[in-house]
T-cell receptor
Framework: DTAVSQTPKYLVTQMGNDKSIKCEQN?????MYWYKQDSKKFLKIMFS???????INETVPNRFSPKSPDKAHLNLHINSLELGDSAVYFC??????????????FGSGTQLSVL | SQQGEEDPQALSIQEGENATMNCSYK?????LQWYRQNSGRGLVHLIL?????REKHSGRLRVTLDTSKKSSSLLITASRAADTASYFC????????????FGKGTLLTVNP
């Protein structure tokens, strides 16, 4: 069973469209994340949620709206897509151990191409 | 902002050789982690070393941590072609235990 699964794996769309990426984890973890990896492989955190509560919003444009219906799911909706949004988006989860989160488990990524 | 910076950016070696990658970080940490990313895949956690540990082993991996120098190294011994991947160090930054920040990574190529 896949621990962290995200769909779709590939997303090709036109500028100005709205799209969503879904993520689910079956690990029972408390914390979930969205990361963006650019063409130079630089990985930047976008959001982190703990038990459905937004903890980190890393100055992401408000065109990006995460939604966590329960602690096993964290979806990412993107409005009015722009060329610069093209990247690989990774969902991840971790277990909160006391005050500290431990290692992250990553999904396989969604490659978003905005034309 | 980045917490970790890996060095070198790229490393090419022959199968059987050892590969050493270094990471420097800026702020105090609870733990430092190393991840591997194969081409076109998600990141996979390799090893975590806590701030009160100096060295840790896992199979062919050896990680060291020097908190006085704010640096860590990852050694892969007896490398294999399958070790070809990007390697990232990561740590929680800015006093937040919810923001794991990654370095730029080292691209390791192991030639058969």
């Amino acid at each position: 069973d896949t621990a962290v699964s995200q769909t779709p794996k590939y997303l090709v769309t036109q500028m100005g469209n709205d799209k969503s990426i879904k993520c689910e984890q079956n690990l029972g973890h408390d914390t979930m994340y969205w990361y963006k990896q650019d063409s130079k492989k630089f990985l930047k955190i976008m959001f982190s949620y703990n038990n459905k509560e937004l903890i980190i919003n890393e100055t992401v444009p408000n065109r990006f709206s995460p939604k966590s219906p329960d602690k096993a799911h964290l979806n990412l909706h993107i409005n009015s897509l722009e060329l610069g949004d093209s990247a690989v988006y990774f969902c991840a989860s971790s277990l909160l151990s006391g005050p500290t989160n431990e290692k992250l488990f990553f999904g396989s990524g969604t490659q978003l191409s905005v034309l | 902002s980045q917490q970790g910076e890996e060095d070198p950016q790229a490393l090419s070696i022959q199968e059987g050789e050892n590969a050493t990658m270094n990471c420097s970080y800026k702020t105090s940490i609870n733990n430092l982690q190393w991840y591997r990313q194969n081409s076109g895949r998600g990141l996979v956690h390799l090893i975590l070393i806590r701030s009160n540990e100096r060295e840790k082993h896992s199979g062919r991996l050896r990680v060291t941590l020097d908190t006085s120098k704010k640096s860590s190294s990852l050694l892969i011994t007896a490398s294999r072609a399958a070790d070809t991947a990007s390697y990232f160090c990561a740590s929680y930054s800015g006093g937040s235990n919810y923001k794991l920040t990654f370095g730029k990574g080292t691209l390791l190529t192991v030639n058969p």
